[in-house]
């Protein structure tokens, strides 16, 4: 199995800037595109962003796109997400996900999630 952990959620004013983390562990071998998706009070979880396994595709939600940045580090196998000018519509609980196979979808057809780490951007 693959567990994934996510940190670097808190409270933020609006503008500004928090940095997520989230580090695999276990069976790592199965991990290969990996990608970031939110749920906010309500709504449905939707898709924030992808990374393929090398770093060089890349995919971001129309929403976040120009503020947010997601990177890997294959080595300590652990994605991250930068997210710039955050607005109080970004507010929700950050989840990463991870496939099995190297193709990167916008749709929560991934096969590992972590347990989710909160944002709140106040106006």
């Known amino acids: 199995q693959v567990q994934l952990v996510e940190s670097g959620g808190g409270l933020v004013q609006a503008g500004g800037s928090l940095r997520l983390s989230c580090a695999a562990s276990?069976?790592?071998?199965?991990?290969?595109?990996m990608g970031w998706f939110r749920q906010a009070p309500g709504k449905e979880r939707e898709f924030v962003a992808a990374v393929s396994w090398s770093g060089g595709s890349t995919y971001y939600a129309d929403s976040v796109k120009g503020r947010f940045t997601i990177s890997r580090d294959n080595a300590k196998v652990t994605v991250y997400l930068q997210m710039n000018s955050l607005k109080p519509e970004d507010t929700a609980v950050y989840y990463c996900?991870?496939?099995?196979?190297?193709?990167?979808?916008?749709?929560?057809?991934?096969?590992?999630w972590g347990q989710g780490t909160q944002v709140t951007v106040s106006s």
């Open positions: 276990g069976r790592t071998f199965n991990v290969y595109a």
């Open positions: 996900a991870a496939r099995a196979t190297n193709e990167i979808v916008t749709t929560t057809r991934y096969d590992y």
